[in-house]
């Protein structure tokens, strides 16, 4: 089975657990989608009457308004029932590193406001510890790149800015993305405070203790790991 279809299987079986009347936060990604778009074609066949939705990024929310689903927003809905979204990476705790999408300020502020929050996902972002294979996204505020970029070295860190071909990439909130390569991350916990300790610093893509189940498609079938 090739990765697309493992994707689009991860996306939909977690939209078995949206009920009617839910508050759902919706992911960014390319397996998010899929939860996106079934949650759609649900609300369009009137399967999921009295959902509200918010997106995590303004390229998800032009993906629901495709479907007329209803938007909303934390400040209207501060609690939300559930929440599916994609990672770049995922530990044996379901810690997860995110953002290679470039939506994690945004993804971890709903993600905090979830009472669930289910990561969609093929095998190959298992990892038994993070740091293996995907950087951790830092977002920065523009005017602080050069001190953020400096500490991030000081820590260890190989540090790239995210270009958008030849300009630096810029998130929904108008920073810049640093996406910092470690050799080894021990202590997610540890790293994840000081990184946060850098003035300019706005957010960085270590998700820790937020998600609550995930859904993992293999070559083998889709399974249900739960915390
Ligand atoms: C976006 C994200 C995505 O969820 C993450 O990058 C996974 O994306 P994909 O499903 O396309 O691999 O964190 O900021």
Avoid at 67 to 79: A, R
Avoid at 84 to 94: M, Q, R, S, W, Y
Avoid at 137 to 156: H, N
Avoid at 179 to 208: K, Y
Wanted: glycine share 8%; proline share 7%.
């Amino acid at each position: 089975m090739d990765v697309e279809t493992l994707k689009r299987l991860a996306g939909e079986k977690a939209v078995e657990f949206v009920k009617p009347g839910m508050v759902i936060g919706l992911g960014t990604g390319s397996t998010a989608v899929h939860a996106v778009r079934k949650i759609g074609r649900m609300w369009q066949a009137g399967e999921l009457p009295g959902i509200v939705a918010i997106p995590t990024s303004e390229v998800t929310a032009r993906e629901a308004e495709k479907f007329g689903i209803p938007l909303t927003t934390l400040n209207e809905q501060p609690k939300v029932d559930i929440t599916i979204d994609g990672a770049d990476e995922i530990d044996p705790h379901f810690d997860l590193i995110k953002g290679l999408g470039g939506a994690l300020l945004r993804e971890k502020i709903v993600a905090a406001a979830s009472r669930r929050m289910v990561v969609v996902s093929d095998y190959r972002k298992q990892v038994t510890q993070l740091g293996a294979r995907a950087p951790v996204p830092v977002e920065v505020i523009p005017f602080a790149q050069r001190p953020v970029t400096d500490y991030l070295k000081s820590l260890g860190a190989c540090v790239a800015l995210r270009l958008d071909g030849a300009r630096p990439f810029l998130t929904d909130e108008q920073n810049i993305i640093l996406d910092c390569t470690f050799e080894s991350i021990p202590d997610p916990a540890q790293l994840a405070q000081t990184i946060r300790a850098q003035p300019g610093v706005v957010e960085h893509g270590l998700f820790l203790g937020l998600a609550t189940d995930v859904i993992l498609a293999t070559p083998d079938g889709v399974e249900w790991l739960k915390k």
